[in-house]
């Protein structure tokens, strides 16, 4: 195997979607083979740990894309509005319109605690950056705090919507009416 694939990052990558597709639970041995063209000897050189530890691995590559394209956004300082919408195109790119699947949901179903602990801390911390936005903006505590909440429910469920309808329409809208309406004071 050469190129992309053959790097760590590829290899991720490749396993990266294949989580998105299917689940911790769906993805079986034989199927990361394919999809990263390495046999069953050289998944476990690089994971020895196996399906658990690239699971690890994977939710530790989405970690490092949020640290740099939506972490340091959220909790930068400057204007909130400039600062949302770069959030929003980002997990936009991540998401491709809402055609892929978002790991925080498809994980923590039979995975590692630490996997479960992991999606749990990044959850937290974007609704806190996301209160951030919203209190930088002027929204009260109480108000940040519900706008926060309601955005991660919004995201999030418009992408299971999204995958379950075969439809990219949910989550398009629901970034839209993010973009229009977070920052709006009552």
């Known amino acids: 195997m050469t190129g992309e694939r053959s790097t760590r990052e590829g290899i991720l990558l490749s396993l990266m979607e294949e989580f998105r ?3 911790f639970e769906g993805v ?3 199927r990361i083979s394919e999809v990263t063209g390495l046999g069953k000897a050289s998944l476990y050189h690089h994971f020895p740990g196996g399906k658990g530890e690239m699971a690890e691995a994977v939710m530790e590559l989405a970690a490092n894309w949020l640290e740099t394209n939506v972490f340091t956004h ?7 509005v400039a600062r949302l919408q770069a959030v929003l195109a980002s997990l936009d790119s991540f998401y491709a319109g809402g055609s892929k699947s978002c790991l925080l949901d498809v994980m923590p179903l039979g995975g590692s605690e630490s996997v479960r602990s992991a999606v749990k801390a990044v959850f937290l911390r974007l609704r806190s950056g996301l209160e951030r936005v ?17 955005a991660l429910v919004s995201l999030q469920g418009s992408l299971v919507l999204a ?6 329409g949910p989550f398009l809208r629901a970034v839209d009416a993010l973009r229009r309406e977070f ?4």
Request: negative net charge.
């Open 183 to 186: 920052l709006q004071r009552l």
């Open 134 to 150: 919203a209190l930088d903006a002027g929204l009260s505590e109480a108000l940040a705090a519900s706008r926060a909440e309601e």
């Open 163 to 168: 995958r379950g309808l075969g439809d990219t």
């Open 74 to 80: 959220l909790e930068a300082e400057g204007d909130p």
């Open 21 to 23: 597709c299917a689940g």
């Open 28 to 30: 079986s041995l034989s």
